[in-house]
């Protein structure tokens, strides 16, 4: 007998308990929770952080702030609360609840283009057809699937630390609600729910990829699919998909008004199945034509609340976009090359004889209300994504391989590129954010490594400077990467300065004062993502991006390849005079510059 909804802080659940076990979850149990950092040694990273960020004076009256803060009692007992929530039995984290919420489940704005993330896949040239490649990526992801029910897909790990696999209960059979004030995230059964809806010409069609037990095939599935796409374009929908890129109030509505005009079990249909697929009918032809495709296309095609949607273009193109609210992009990534390397190594097979596909189209009641509202969401959504602007630099020069044999990390050496052409861009240093992964702890998601140091912006300032010999700026650049890994070991560690902080200003009471070190300008200046930054690195992958979190910004996703870099740059057109095409260029000069300078010590 299923359990009943089970409802915990922006969860949801109707899965049964013994459906998430095995190998998969077996180390739960032992992993350490997320500490609580020692608070004199966040606010001494934090004072440095700003160092380089501020003018003098501005530094020097933060500084103050920050020592007082220190000394005072309300620092203390706000510590002493932070370490009373840590050890509450059966919390798991104490940051969880308050980082989901605010960053994700509270956050307001439009999921696509704000919060969603893609991967573009590089081309298989084994597959000429839509329905050939979509069925050979459906088949991969039903087999990772399978992996994670049964609990035999192994959990990630580093070099020295088996991470946590809670995020993998997010990845299939899932669905983010809108609920106000805050979303929620609803999960379904495994068992009764394998299907796979497929969206084709803002027409939704679901069909089941087990028959009695057995697995279909890629070229069952491939049929399927090719009847489900010759009867989506016989005639084409209201596309009910759009209002999932509204605001997310917006769409609570709205989607109260699918319900009242009677579409519960359509809604459940596509909220519990397995994973979405988008059959897009464009044929993007540059790298950045598959990044928009990829990511949002025309937004008729999609249900952006679904953790997995698989995009295949009518050229055979393809890739992955997902809603982050609940999983982050490294259990995806490691779904999406399993999905492409078990598409790679599959046969061409014929299907077998009496196969009969079997699909059923998900219709919608449409009243007059929905329609309107589907083309008022129509309208905002074409006006953010017309605002995007992305370009992605494919840098064949050198990739980790080199970097390495320059005696450098590679991650290091690709955010010194980044501060070197941020600083050449802007004309100074900007806050930057880059996101370290502390999933070695329980529940734990990311934290914030503040990618500017003094010793960063020391080197950057002695690239341009001519009076600086290459020694000199050989002896800084070695210096600030060593800070920043530093830094990035700590941040990995739980030891970063933003959650902590965070969680202290949580716990200001209500009628309490809230410190001067949170109205302090430089907080929030210092906070504010002039440059977002995140490396998640795959040969099979051409690109992959998200959109700046910042209208004043920009979002810089990086692959370090082996013999190559990608770098998805995008940005907002507005007053700034954002431009991605211009910061590209100065990120190709600064990785020609670092390497060159290297290269002749």
């Given at each position: 007998?299923?359990?009943?909804?089970?409802?915990?802080?922006?969860?949801?659940?109707?899965?049964?308990?013994?459906?998430?076990?095995g190998a998969?979850?077996?180390?739960?149990?032992?992993?350490?929770?997320?500490?609580?950092?020692?608070l004199?040694?966040?606010?001494q990273?934090?004072?440095?952080?700003?160092?380089?960020?501020?003018?003098?004076?501005?530094?020097?009256?933060?500084?103050?702030?920050?020592?007082?803060?220190?000394?005072?009692?309300?620092?203390?007992?706000?510590?002493?609360?932070?370490?009373?929530?840590?050890?509450?039995?059966?919390?798991?984290s104490?940051?969880?609840?308050?980082?989901?919420?605010?960053?994700?489940?509270?956050?307001?704005?439009?999921?696509?283009?704000?919060?969603?993330?893609?991967?573009?896949?590089t081309?298989?040239p084994?597959?000429?057809?839509?329905?050939?490649r979509a069925?050979?990526?459906?088949?991969?992801?039903?087999?990772?699937?399978?992996?994670?029910?049964?609990?035999?897909?192994?959990?990630d790990?580093t070099?020295?630390?088996?991470?946590?696999?809670?995020?993998?209960?997010?990845?299939?059979?899932a669905?983010?609600?809108?609920?106000?004030?805050?979303?929620?995230?609803?999960?379904?059964?495994?068992?009764?729910?394998?299907?796979?809806?497929?969206?084709?010409?803002?027409?939704?069609?679901?069909?089941?990829?087990?028959?009695?037990?057995?697995?279909?095939?890629?070229?069952?599935?491939?049929?399927?699919?090719?009847?489900?796409?010759?009867?989506?374009?016989?005639?084409?929908?209201?596309?009910?998909?759009m209002?999932?890129?509204?605001?997310?109030?917006?769409?609570?509505?709205?989607?109260?008004?699918?319900?009242?005009?009677?579409?519960?079990?359509?809604?459940?249909?596509?909220?519990?199945?397995?994973?979405?697929?988008?059959?897009?009918?464009?044929?993007?032809?540059?790298?950045?034509?598959?990044?928009?495709?990829?990511?949002?296309?025309?937004?008729?095609?999609?249900?952006?609340?679904?953790?997995?949607?698989?995009?295949?273009?009518d050229?055979?193109?393809?890739?992955?976009?997902?809603?982050?609210?609940?999983?982050?992009?490294?259990?995806?990534?490691?779904l999406?090359?399993?999905?492409?390397?078990?598409?790679?190594?599959?046969?061409d097979?014929?299907?077998?004889?009496?196969?009969?596909?079997?699909?059923?189209?998900?219709?919608?009641?449409?009243?007059?209300?929905?329609?309107?509202?589907?083309?008022?969401?129509?309208?905002?959504?074409?006006?953010?994504?017309?605002?995007?602007h992305?370009?992605?630099?494919?840098?064949?020069?050198?990739?980790?391989?080199?970097?390495?044999?320059?005696?450098?990390?590679?991650?290091?050496?690709?955010?010194?590129?980044?501060?070197l052409?941020?600083?050449r861009?802007?004309?100074?240093?900007?806050?930057?954010?880059?996101?370290?992964?502390?999933?070695?702890?329980?529940?734990?998601?990311?934290?914030?490594?503040?990618?500017?140091?003094?010793?960063?912006?020391?080197?950057?300032?002695?690239?341009?400077?001519?009076?600086?010999?290459?020694?000199?700026?050989?002896?800084?650049?070695?210096?600030?990467?060593?800070?920043?890994?530093?830094?990035?070991?700590?941040?990995?560690?739980?030891?970063?300065?933003?959650?902590?902080?965070?969680?202290?200003?949580?716990?200001?009471?209500?009628?309490e004062?809230?410190?001067?070190?949170?109205?302090?300008?430089?907080?929030t200046?210092?906070?504010?993502?002039?440059?977002?930054?995140?490396?998640?690195?795959?040969?099979?992958?051409?690109?992959?991006?998200?959109?700046?979190?910042?209208?004043?910004?920009?979002?810089?996703?990086?692959?370090?390849?082996a013999?190559?870099?990608?770098?998805?740059v995008?940005?907002?057109?507005n007053?700034?005079?954002?431009?991605?095409?211009?910061?590209?260029?100065?990120?190709?000069?600064?990785?020609?510059?670092i390497?060159?300078?290297?290269?002749?010590?």
């Open positions: 007998m299923a359990n009943k909804p089970q409802q915990t802080h922006n969860v949801m659940s109707t899965r049964e308990i013994d459906e998430e076990r998969l979850f077996a180390q739960q149990g032992q992993l350490p929770k997320l500490p609580v950092p020692d004199e040694s966040t606010l990273k934090y004072i440095e952080s700003l160092e380089p960020v501020l003018s003098a004076s501005e530094y020097k009256h933060s500084a103050q702030i920050v020592a007082e803060f220190g000394r005072s009692a309300q620092a203390q007992e706000l510590q002493r609360r932070l370490k009373a929530r840590a050890a509450e039995p059966g919390r798991a104490w940051l969880e609840e308050w980082w989901n919420d605010l960053s994700y489940m509270g956050y307001r704005d439009p999921v696509i283009p704000y919060v969603s993330y893609h991967y573009s896949y081309d298989d084994q597959c000429t057809r839509a329905t050939q069925a050979k990526l459906i088949s991969g992801a039903i087999a990772f699937r399978a992996r994670v029910v049964d609990g035999s897909l192994e959990p790990t070099r020295s630390a088996t991470l946590c696999s809670h995020s993998y209960r997010y990845m299939f059979n669905c983010r609600i809108p609920a106000e004030p805050s979303d929620y995230c609803r999960t379904f059964a495994y068992h009764g729910n394998e299907t796979v809806v497929v969206v084709r010409n803002s027409r939704f069609f679901e069909f089941a990829f087990e028959r009695n037990g057995v697995v279909l095939s890629a070229a069952e599935i491939e049929q399927t699919l090719e009847q489900i796409v010759s009867t989506a374009d016989a005639a084409e929908a209201v596309p009910v998909g209002l999932t890129t509204d605001h997310r109030n917006t769409w609570t509505r709205n989607r109260n008004l699918l319900l009242d005009a009677g579409n519960a079990s359509v809604l459940q249909a596509i909220e519990a199945a397995a994973f979405v697929v988008s059959m897009e009918p464009d044929t993007p032809q540059t790298r950045e034509e598959l990044s928009h495709v990829v990511w949002h296309a025309s937004g008729r095609n999609r249900w952006f609340d679904k953790p997995c949607q698989f995009v295949v273009t050229s055979a193109r393809a890739g992955f976009c997902g809603e982050h609210s609940m999983i982050d992009g490294t259990p995806t990534l490691r999406a090359d399993f999905a492409v390397a078990h598409s790679l190594a599959l046969p097979e014929p299907v077998p004889l009496g196969f009969n596909p079997e699909f059923a189209e998900l219709r919608f009641h449409i009243p007059p209300a929905v329609v309107q509202a589907v083309a008022q969401a129509q309208s905002r959504f074409d006006a953010n994504v017309a605002a995007q992305v370009r992605v630099l494919n840098f064949a020069a050198f990739g980790k391989d080199e970097i390495k044999k320059l005696g450098c990390s590679p991650d290091a050496f690709v955010q010194m590129v980044i501060q052409a941020s600083t861009h802007h004309g100074r240093a900007r806050p930057t954010y880059e996101a370290s992964m502390t999933r070695s702890f329980l529940h734990g998601r990311t934290e914030t490594c503040r990618s500017v140091s003094s010793d960063s912006a020391a080197w950057c300032t002695s690239m341009d400077d001519p009076n600086a010999d290459t020694g000199r700026r050989i002896k800084l650049l070695r210096t600030a990467m060593a800070t920043h890994s530093r830094l990035t070991r700590e941040a990995v560690k739980g030891q970063g300065v933003d959650r902590h902080l965070l969680g202290l200003r949580m716990l200001v009471a209500p009628g004062p809230m410190p001067a070190i949170f109205t302090d300008p430089a907080y200046y210092s906070s504010h993502w002039f440059v977002s930054t995140s490396q998640m690195s795959s040969e099979h992958l051409c690109s992959y991006g998200w959109s700046a979190v910042t209208p004043r910004g920009y979002g810089i996703a990086y692959n370090i390849q013999s190559s870099l990608i770098i998805h995008a940005c907002v057109r007053e700034h005079g954002l431009n991605s095409d211009q910061f590209a260029r100065h990120l190709e000069a600064a990785a020609h510059d390497r060159n300078m290297l290269s002749h010590q």
